[in-house]
């Protein structure tokens, strides 16, 4: 993992998934990498955490108890948008359908992952993500 052209030893993550599981591995992951990381199990805990976390990266289900991940997407870019910067988004989910992709991309993601989450796929799309954020 560590031959991605892109340290993460800067990258700051937020990642939104009600599965314990997803979140633990995934904060396993990036920490080992160098990244800052906070996971949050709920679109409230994830909105609570940006009062005092900014995110480069936004990484979240769309199936969320309570609310989407669409509408979370929408609510966190409108947050970042009065601090003056501009958020990347990675979606996640296990529904592999046609249309949810869709309406994800719609929302905002610029990215669209399938679980079960490919480790490797996800450290690629957020190594390019990151790499956008360089030069923004």
């Known amino acids: 993992m560590s031959n991605q052209s892109v340290s993460f030893q ?5 990642v939104v ?3 314990p599981d997803t979140r633990t591995l995934l904060s396993f992951l990036f920490e080992l990498e160098g990244a800052e990381i906070i996971t949050a199990a709920s679109a409230d ?3 609570e955490f940006m009062s005092f976390f900014k995110p480069d990266i936004f990484i979240s ?3 969320l ?8 997407l929408l609510k966190v870019r409108n947050l970042e948008a009065k ?16 249309e949810e992709r869709t309406r994800a991309l719609l929302a905002g993601f610029e990215i669209f992952i399938s679980k079960p989450i490919d480790i ?17």
């Open 61 to 63: 289900d769309i199936c």
């Open 17 to 19: 998934d009600d599965d």
């Open 10 to 14: 800067d990258l700051r993550l937020l």
């Open 65 to 72: 108890p309570g609310e989407d991940g669409c509408s979370l």
């Open 45 to 47: 805990e994830a909105l």
């Open 120 to 136: 490797e796929e996800l450290v690629s799309v957020v190594s390019g993500l990151a790499r956008l954020e360089e030069y923004a």
């Open 83 to 98: 601090r003056g910067r501009k958020i990347r988004a990675i979606a996640m989910t296990a529904s592999a359908l046609d």
